[in-house]
């Protein structure tokens, strides 16, 4: 990847552009981010920027993570991410990444943890079908019917769609296009929604694939 940053999902809302056209975005509040450690080839194995975003009290971090801040010479952060750019000497430890990093038109692709919904049957997790709410279906017309055969193979096969823990999963949006960008307020508005609920934390990189 060229470049990315660390955000947090302020909402969505709608702006219009020149013609009038109303387009739905999500206002993602990115950066300032700081890097705190460069991993080279020679100590790692790999080249990579460590990034923080969003500050924190220093008695809220823990001794090992107080060491590697202070060893760095920059104050504590929530969140620290990882990136593999292309061309990580570019940056150093302190170099400050802003939102305009990006610009109007870049294509990105938008990673974070989609809302949690708690326990959910079938129909809500799968879209399963439910069964006919009269003529006898009883108070089972949302259950998931039959689990496997019976004596063969006396088990219920992997994979079987069950009820279960819905949502709070990694999700990545590909190829959403950057409609604004305020680096004033470090905003960075994007055309559709992206994933988890207000004030999630999501990472913004540049898209590998063309829109």
Do not use: W
Request: hydrophobic share 40%; aromatic share 4%; with cysteine.
């Amino acid at each position: 990847m060229k470049k990315g940053i660390i955000g947090k999902k302020i909402g969505m809302t709608q702006i219009f552009d020149e013609k009038g056209n109303v387009i739905p975005v999500t206002v993602v509040e990115a950066g300032p981010c700081v890097v705190a450690q460069k991993k080279t080839v020679e100590n790692d194995g790999y080249n990579a920027v460590q990034v923080g975003f969003g500050d924190v009290r220093a008695n809220k971090v823990s001794k090992p993570a107080k060491g590697h801040f202070a060893k760095a010479d920059v104050a504590p952060k929530k969140e620290l991410k990882e990136f593999r750019l292309e061309d990580c000497d570019a940056l150093n430890v302190g170099d400050i990444i802003k939102a305009d990093v990006f610009a109007e038109g870049d294509i990105v692709d938008v990673h974070g943890v989609s809302k949690g919904k708690g326990f959910a049957g079938t129909i809500k997790r799968f879209n399963n079908h439910s069964l006919k709410d009269t003529h006898g279906t009883g108070p089972v017309h949302r259950h998931a019917g039959s689990m496997a055969a019976a004596t063969d193979p006396s088990r219920i096969p992997k994979g079987k769609k069950m009820p279960g823990h819905l949502g709070a999963e990694n999700v990545t949006v590909q190829n959403l296009v950057v409609v604004k960008v305020d680096a004033e307020n470090n905003l960075i508005a994007l055309k559709g929604a992206v994933p988890g609920p207000k004030g999630g934390i999501v990472t913004i990189t540049n898209s590998v694939k063309k829109a």
